[in-house]
């Protein structure tokens, strides 16, 4: 069946490599031989090591014509994390390109997973008979890990239903006209890269370039990028954006129709600095959520203005803000909050998981009666717009006062001599938990570091302020543009705090 779908061109961004559909399907046809003559069947899972680039595609469908369930691993995870997830998994067989670890080769064996280098796999004679297509709607499709590498993995299991489902809502809210060339610089395993960014334009028959994730040189050229390959659509994530706008020119070509940004806070400030740059308002953020099947809402509405933490209108989902934000009531006879009144994000999509792989006891925490609680925090407004104002583990609790991290970065952002900064709880004597915040300066530092405090006095009230400050070089952030506060927070405690006091005071 995916055979026959009409899919776009497959291009890489830096290497010039090209696969037309007539290519991709001679791809397909090879390595699904290949792979079913390796023993995979319908309902096993494969996984695939390697990401944004043209043996991804043609291996994700390969997979799926044999009905198996393919599981995108991210590349940079260690061979004790792979081995973790494959304990979990338990994989049939693991795709790679070139070489594999050898100590992970062995005890990938021992697990039963057999190996495969993905160049092989299309180099052999063209079958006389291609393997059946096995898919059927509500199998598995992809199995896509957001924690656990190194403990207890958590799986989000998509099955080709919701994900079609997800597509759908896409095609009624988005269209396709400004998909027609899409970049991806995000990386393929994890939905925001995959589902959305990739695979939405590629299947709807659209062309896809893809570049290597996260890369900075990437993000460097990305201007030229845009305008070498004439990209109409793209997104990314702020921190990503935040190495563009310094580092890269504007395009030239103006080809450029539609960019999305998803996957972490996106302030205002950064938001109009990106429509300048891209010379488009067609600049999205967008409410990504990997159990709901990516993206579920963004800022599709007309003469709409950048404000932090605005996400806009639901996209195939249905979206309340409720009293409680645990699965103990469901939300079908909660308390809903009013407008304007900031409460828990439920999510209600035919796009929502099936659960979390072998993981029934996880899917009943978030999962109640079709509704998926989110984790976040938001509120929607008289016009049913959403906004987001942080993650609940990610409150500050000042003395029974709940401060949200993102509202104080967004007003840090803002801050010409700000490259990157992040606020987290720390430990407070007398109120229980005050506000640590963690910046990336450009030099010097002294001055700006007094700056940057003076503006944030001037806008914050006294008890947002922050009590501790720490300069860093750099601000650990996952492909996903995602960062772990409690990491940066364990990181700061063992470094001595800048004395805001005594940097206040000279410019006093």
Request: proline residues 5%; neutral net charge.
């Amino acid at each position: 069946m995916l055979l026959d779908a009409h899919v776009g061109t497959l291009s890489e961004a830096l290497s010039g490599r090209r696969w037309d559909p007539g290519e991709i399907a001679e791809q397909v046809v090879r390595r699904s031989t290949c792979y079913h003559r390796a023993g995979v069947r319908s309902r096993d899972r494969v996984f695939i090591c390697f990401g944004n680039n043209l043996e991804f595609f043609a291996d994700l469908l390969a997979i799926w014509h044999l009905g198996a369930c393919a599981v995108p691993i991210d590349t940079r995870l260690t061979p004790f994390e792979i081995e973790t997830l494959a304990r979990a998994a338990t994989p049939r067989l693991a795709l790679y390109l070139d070489t594999i670890d050898a100590a992970l080769s062995a005890s990938l064996a021992t697990l039963g997973v057999d190996i495969i280098d993905s160049r092989e796999a299309d180099k052999g004679a063209w079958p006389t008979n291609a393997p059946p297509n096995a898919q059927a709607l509500d199998q598995h499709a992809v199995i896509l890990f957001t924690s656990g590498s190194t403990g207890n993995p958590k799986g989000v299991v998509q099955t080709h239903r919701s994900m079609r489902a997800r597509w759908m809502s896409l095609r009624q809210n988005l269209g396709v006209d400004a998909f027609r060339r899409t970049l991806c610089l995000l990386p393929t395993h994890f939905s925001h890269g995959l589902v959305s960014n990739s695979l939405y334009p590629w299947l709807s028959g659209k062309d896809l370039v893809v570049a290597p994730a996260g890369s900075i040189d990437v993000a460097m050229r990305l201007g030229e990028l845009l305008d070498e390959h004439a990209i109409t659509c793209m997104s990314s994530v702020p921190p990503i954006w935040r190495i563009a706008l310094k580092a890269s020119r504007p395009p030239a070509a103006r080809t450029l129709q539609r960019a999305f940004c998803a996957s972490a806070p996106l302030s205002a400030h950064l938001w109009k600095q990106i429509q300048e740059w891209a010379g488009t308002r067609n600049v999205f953020n967008v409410y990504g959520i990997t159990e709901a099947g990516s993206w579920v809402a963004g800022t599709s509405m007309n003469d709409f203005e950048p404000e932090d933490g605005l996400i806009g209108v639901p996209w195939g989902s249905l979206i309340k803000v409720m009293k409680e934000g645990t699965t103990e009531q469901s939300p079908e006879s909660g308390e809903a909050c009013r407008n304007g009144e900031l409460g828990f994000v439920w999510v209600n999509t035919p796009a929502l998981m099936q659960g979390y792989f072998d993981r029934d006891d996880l899917t009943r925490e978030v999962v109640r009666d079709g509704w998926f609680t989110t984790g976040d925090i938001g509120v929607i407004d008289h016009r049913g717009w959403l906004y987001l104002r942080g993650r609940v583990r990610e409150q500050i609790n000042r003395g029974g006062t709940k401060i949200y991290p993102a509202d104080l970065e967004s007003v840090a952002e803002r801050f010409a001599g700000v490259r990157d900064v992040c606020c987290f709880a720390v430990e407070d004597r007398l109120y229980g938990q005050a506000v640590g915040l963690a910046v990336v300066l450009a030099e010097p530092w002294n001055e700006n570091l007094r700056g940057l405090h003076a503006a944030m006095k001037e806008r914050l009230a006294v008890f947002q302020m922050p009590a501790r400050w720490y300069v860093l070089d750099a601000i650990p952030r996952t492909t996903r543009g995602k960062v772990n506060r409690a990491t940066i927070a364990a990181m700061c405690a063992e470094r001595q705090p800048v004395d805001i006091g005594a940097q206040a005071s000279r410019t006093e």
